[in-house]
Every structure is written in structure tokens, then in C-alpha cells.
């Protein structure tokens, strides 16, 4: 989970790490005088870390992400490492797979006044506690088309990634990751991702597993999956274990100008997948007109029955969005 704060004009994501198993255990794997190392080390890296999202200037920026890079590295390095969370590294999504087989290490820097770009780390659990690291390269502004192909840690799509589930087929294990990504002045995206590790144990992102079979217009199998939207508009994008399925907004453009991505904002109905036979099979609608009281409230929906637009349900969408960037305006003025 993460929460989404505003500081000086741009985004500030604070993890809320998930506690996991192997976690509860770690004491048992580190000595006292190991936790007292990692600690020792996390409090030189906090706040390098904080640089890396708060820096007024760009260089500051980078060379924070530079030098926080190298001295995370440095600690990884020691022994055990894997099992000890860094928890005090808020600005830095740290995520432990379900089956604690490895931990994803994400983190964005904003590059300038326009565009954003994220770094991160896979860490393999190895039995006898030395470090098995893949470093993450983002190349989203070098690629045309980032829903066309598997690529490895040298040719990642960047994503923040909050959270990691486990799906299994034909004795395969494959983890989908959600993740958040700044992406430029005016929209931001959130991302599903599939990652999977081929028989030498290299993780490879991607693949066709996600399929529009069931939807009445057919379009082929995709390599992931991503939304994009308004900025200050507020999008569901995440697992729900009560329908057993991802759930996301539906997005609809506030001026009808749908090829402006961000002019697009929630129309109040829900898209989503569900896992069947190694692919997440797209669902149009996950909502529909026999809900039971408390599901969702209908008249909260931008569409009407027929599928037509409410045009005063989204000019009221749309006020609502304008309100938080007035808010948020007037947050970031306070602090100037």
C-alpha cells in the first residue's frame, strides 16, 4: 500500500510496508549484532533516501539517487540481508513476494518539470545469505510500445510497484505486480505487470497473459496492462480478494477528448480480470444492474443504463477534481 502526498509541486509516495512471515522471523536469522549493523546503516541511508523525493533541485536529485543506490548496495552486500525490511525507508516501495522467494526494491526520481522515471532492484533469497541482486533499468521513454513484449531487469517498463500476488499454473508460479507510475505534468498511470523466472532463475517481465477473450469487441492477448489518467483524479487499481479478481475504474474523458489521456477521470463503473488457465481474462463490467444494497452506490455512475453519458454526473465528476487541485494548489503555495 502507499499513500500519495504533494511537496513542492510533485508527487511523494510513503510506502506502508506489508509484513510478511519471513519478516516475523527475521530474528531468528540475524544475530543482535547484525540488527545492529543494518540499523546502523539504514540510519545513513534515510536520509539520502528522503533527498531523493525532496531536493529542490534536480541535481540534488540525482546525485542523492546516486549515492542512496551505492550505500543500499553496500548493505545488501552483508549477510542475511534479505531479512532485514529497511522499514524505515518510507520513500522506497519495499515488497516481499508472497511465497518470500525474493523482494522487489522500486523507487521514482523526477527528472525535470515533466517526466519522472523509477529505479529498483529484484533480491533473491539464497540459503546461504550472500546476495543475489538484479538491478532494474527503466527504459519507458526510449519505448514505443511497452504492451508488445517480455523484457528482462536491462529493458524494464518502471512501475512503483505496492503490490505482489501469487498465481499458479501447471506448476508454474507467476507474480503479478501493481504498481504507480508519475509519469508526466498533467497523468499519471498504474500498471499490471506479470513476472515469472526461467529455468536459469532470470526474472523476465511480461508475456500474453492477458487476454480479451470475453469482451464483445476481440482484441489479441497483451504483455501487461496500464491506465492512464488525469492527475489529481482518484483510480482503484487493485486486487480484491472478496470477487478474487484485479478491479480498476473505468476512465472516461471529462471533455470528451479521449485522446487526451488527461482528461480522464473514474465514470464510476469497474473493469477488471480474473485468473483462469494462466492468463488474467479481462472483465468488461464487474458490476452490474442486480447489486445488492451497499455494493455500490448507483447513482454514483456517470453512465446511464443504456451505456450514455450523464453529462451532469461528470460535470460533477469533474467540479470534484477541480476542488482537489484547487486543494492541493493551495497545500503547496502554504508551503512555498
Do not use: C
Amino acid at each position: 500500500m502507499f499513500q500519495k502526498l504533494k511537496k513542492n509541486g510533485f508527487s511523494i509516495l510513503v510506502f506502508l510496508m506489508i509484513i510478511t512471515p519471513i519478516q516475523k522471523a527475521s530474528a531468528q536469522r540475524l544475530s543482535p549484532a547484525q540488527i545492529k549493523e543494518f540499523e546502523q546503516r539504514e540510519d545513513s541511508i534515510k536520509p539520502v533516501s528522503h533527498k531523493i523525493i525532496f531536493a529542490e533541485e534536480a541535481f540534488d536529485r540525482f546525485r542523492a539517487d546516486s549515492l542512496f543506490t551505492r550505500m543500499l548496495v553496500r548493505a545488501l552486500v552483508l549477510k542475511n540481508s534479505f531479512y532485514y525490511p529497511f522499514d524505515s525507508l518510507r520513500s522506497i516501495s519495499r515488497l516481499y513476494a508472497p511465497d518470500s522467494s525474493f523482494r522487489i526494491f522500486t523507487w521514482q526520481l523526477k527528472k525535470d518539470g515533466l517526466t519522472y522515471f523509477q529505479h529498483g532492484a529484484i533480491q533473491m533469497r539464497s540459503n546461504d545469505g550472500s546476495l543475489k541482486l538484479f538491478p532494474l533499468m527503466d527504459v519507458s521513454d526510449f519505448t514505443s510500445d511497452p504492451l508488445d513484449s517480455v523484457r528482462t531487469p536491462k529493458n524494464w517498463i518502471g512501475a512503483i510497484y505496492y503490490r505482489i500476488l501469487l498465481n499458479k499454473f501447471n506448476g508454474k508460479k507467476y507474480y503479478t505486480l501493481l504498481g504507480f507510475d508519475d509519469y508526466g505534468i498533467s497523468s499519471s498511470k498504474k500498471w499490471m505487470e506479470v513476472l515469472t523466472f526461467n529455468d536459469a532463475g532470470q526474472p523476465r517481465f511480461g508475456g500474453p497473459y492477458f487476454s480479451f477473450g470475453e469482451d464483445s469487441v476481440k482484441r489479441p492477448s497483451q504483455y501487461r496492462y496500464n491506465i492512464e489518467f488525469k492527475k489529481e483524479a482518484g483510480t482503484t487499481f487493485n486486487y480484491d480478494p472478496d470477487k478474487n479478481m484485479i478491479v480498476f475504474d473505468e476512465l472516461i474523458s471529462e471533455t470528451d477528448q479521449p485522446k487526451y489521456k488527461d482528461t480522464y477521470v473514474p465514470d464510476g463503473d469497474f473493469q477488471g480480470f480474473k485468473w483462469v488457465n494462466g492468463q488474467w481474462v479481462h472483465v468488461p463490467k464487474v458490476f452490474d444492474s442486480k447489486l445488492k444494497d451497499g455494493e455500490y452506490p448507483k447513482d454514483n455512475f456517470i453512465r446511464d443504463e443504456n451505456g450514455n453519458i450523464n453529462e451532469n454526473k461528470l460535470h460533477e465528476q469533474s467540479q470534484l477534481n477541480r476542488s482537489k487541485e484547487d486543494s492541493t494548489k493551495k497545500k503547496k503555495s502554504g508551503n512555498l
